[in-house]
């Protein structure tokens, strides 16, 4: 089984993204990030970054690690195999983050406050698709990419609470 978070053993490929050495901490030369809009209940902030961070494993593959078992060899579904970090930011930061997303050409997932009334996910796709980019009542946004253009994309935002 591939190891993740890890270091890596001498002789053993580490997964892509990670640098390393036998002591030191994993650092990936990628980020994957979470920007929440400070007004949202503590529920709504759960339930979008479940949603929005769902989005980047199905087109993103390289961002899911190896599956996991337990010591009595129970299977467990892989995850993401570096960390999610969550920010917190005004309506107008999560504006500007999804233009500099979008400038920048990174994959993203967006979360809009339609979606709290919508009950399923064809519903969910239609209320995004009836209004314009510039129009959207983004409550959320995930983004993926190098880590300095993640940063930059996020300028503004703050780590959550």
Known sequence: MQEM??????????????????????????????????????????????????????????VIGAPYADADDTPYLPMFRQPVLVFEGTKETLTAAHGRALSRGLPRAVFTGDLFGTGNDRDNRAAVRAV??????????????????????????????
């Open 5 to 62: 978070y890890k270091t890596v053993r001498p002789g053993r490929r580490q997964s892509r993204g990670m640098t390393t050495n036998d002591h030191a901490p994993v650092r990936f030369d990628t980020r994957i990030a979470v920007l929440l809009r400070e007004d949202l209940e503590t529920w709504q902030r759960l339930n979008v970054t479940a949603f929005l961070v769902s989005g980047l494993g199905t087109e993103l593959p390289e």
């Open 132 to 161: 314009g980019t510039g129009q959207l009542d983004l409550v959320g946004l995930a983004v993926y990419g190098p880590r300095n253009a993640v940063d930059k994309v996020l300028k503004g935002a703050r780590m959550h609470p």
